[in-house]
Nanobody, 120 residues
């Protein structure tokens, strides 16, 4: 099994910054892509950003130019640097990892979520 542990959420004022981290742990696996999603109360879970094992990135239009996704392959960790935060960015942010392993085959795991609150 793969475990995803997130950290870095919290309360920030509009215009501020936060950096989320998500580390994948387990035995002998390969990550194909990691993603950040977010879900506000009463809303669906939306894709925010993607990074592949080849470091290709993609962003939701609503965060382009403000958020940056990056990864440390050696640590199986993905980061989401969030700048110029707006109240509408407030949500629970979830990390997602897709990959493969000899034991699991193809897998798709989620983190537990970390709350981001943007308020003055």
């Amino acid at each position: 099994q793969i475990q995803l542990v997130e950290s870095g959420g919290g309360l920030v004022q509009p215009g501020g910054s936060l950096r989320l981290s998500c580390t994948a742990s387990g035995s002998s696996f390969n990550i194909h892509a990691m993603r950040w999603y977010r879900q506000a109360p009463g809303e669906q879970r939306d894709l925010v950003a993607t990074i592949t094992s080849g470091d290709s990135t993609n962003y939701a239009d609503s965060v382009k130019g403000r958020f940056t996704i990056s990864r440390d392959g050696a640590k199986n960790t993905v980061y989401l640097q969030m700048n110029s935060l707006k109240p509408e960015d407030a949500a629970v942010y979830y990390c997602n990892a897709k990959g493969s392993s000899n034991v699991l085959g193809l897998f798709n795991y989620w983190g537990q979520g970390t709350q981001v609150t943007v308020s003055s």
